[in-house]
């Protein structure tokens, strides 16, 4: 294959064949096609988009650049969920443990946080002892034993996406529909799922920033997973406001933990038992009363256990990871919160060091936002709108003078 022709046939609106594109991911993931070629491909995908065969021909390619998981034959149906990410989302911590106590599988492999969202591996690694990092053999043994594992991409799992991905991250390229439909799904479908639910956000703490962008996106999703065999339902979230109560990383385990004790914010609580209801067996009812009875908290200690964390310190997480400076945030006036911009709080935790502005960096599980009001309720002069957990002072500064900016009582 003539690397030049095919970029410039893509460049000129032309449609490339499976074949195409197959050689040129397969040469790329063999280091023969060099970064300045794929970058380049990367750019005119980005201006002249995909057709469906074209998505579908670059997401088996990707998917069959590294392994998929196999099951023992006979086993239960395996579901999962994805959500493009947003401010607070600890959905996954809750959503997991609750579908395990139904008759499926959940093989949940994450992402860490990247930007202003955080990542759910992030969050579990808050639990002291918890390994994300688990053998494939070892990760089987555990769904048959207790239904579930929540770890993090094995090198072995789609590498072309990950080597294209990090091209995408510093060319320009990562907000191209076909190229996001092809890296979700190929991680995904290496799960070798039958059943997946999207979480698609949109709003200013979401990558979407409306819900037009955030259908189109499922649309093309749905249409490419079931092509290629798993049946794919979508849920359309907002994202203008922090999901729940909490911002941080072990601050969201201790949301999530209060949610499997059944005392979550409604807000989260209603998210997972929609999503969960999509690719469950069981109905709503059942999953709420799973919630409910302390089923699901057992099964997210048995997942801590198996995983090698420690299940005692779930309940005192935050006394765990303490930050040395909590402050209120505090209302002005009476009145209801009319704005508390996700888009806002998400750059004040990564100000504060709960997120990742670059690939490299390391988080700090104690830092974040706690108690956060929703829109809608009333406050009286002086009430806490929100806590601040910092590390340091000037931190904490810069983050108050930035949720000026964000938040507002009408
Ligand atoms: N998340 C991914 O995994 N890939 C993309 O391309 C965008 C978001």
Known sequence: ??????????????????????????????????????????????????????????????????????????????????????????????????????????????????????????????????????????????????????????????????????????????????LIIASILSKKLAENLDRLVLDVKFGSGAFMKTREEAAGLAHGMKTIGERMGVRISHRLSPMEEPLGKTVGNALEVAEAVATLRGRGPNDLETLILDLAAEVANATRDQLARWLHSGAAWEKFIALTEAQGGDAGALEKITEHHRAPFVRPFLASHSGRVARMDAGTLGRAALLLGAGRARTEDTIDPAVGFSGIKKVGAEVAPNEPLLFVHARREADLAAALSMLGKGVAIA
């Open 1 to 178: 294959m003539h690397v030049p022709t095919v970029i410039e046939r893509k460049r000129d609106g032309a449609e490339l064949s499976p074949n195409e594109i197959g050689a040129l991911i397969d040469g790329f993931t063999r280091g023969e096609i060099p970064a300045y070629q794929m970058s380049a491909w990367a750019m005119a995908v980005f201006f002249r988009g995909m057709t469906p065969d074209e998505t579908e021909a670059l997401t088996k390619a990707m998917l069959q650049s590294g392994r998929t998981l196999r099951y023992p034959e006979g086993s239960p149906p395996k579901v999962d969920k994805h959500s493009t990410g947003g401010i607070g989302d600890k959905v996954s911590l809750v959503l997991a443990p609750l579908l395990a106590c139904d008759e499926v599988w959940v093989p949940m492999i994450s992402g860490r946080g990247l930007g202003i969202t955080g990542g759910t591996l992030d969050k579990l690694e808050s639990i002291p002892g918890f390994c994300v990092d688990l053998e494939e053999a070892r990760a089987l043994r555990q769904l048959e034993n207790i239904g579930l594992f929540m770890i993090g991409q094995t090198a072995d799992i789609c590498p072309a996406d990950k080597a294209l991905y990090a091209l995408r991250d510093v060319t320009g390229t990562v907000p191209s529909s076909p």
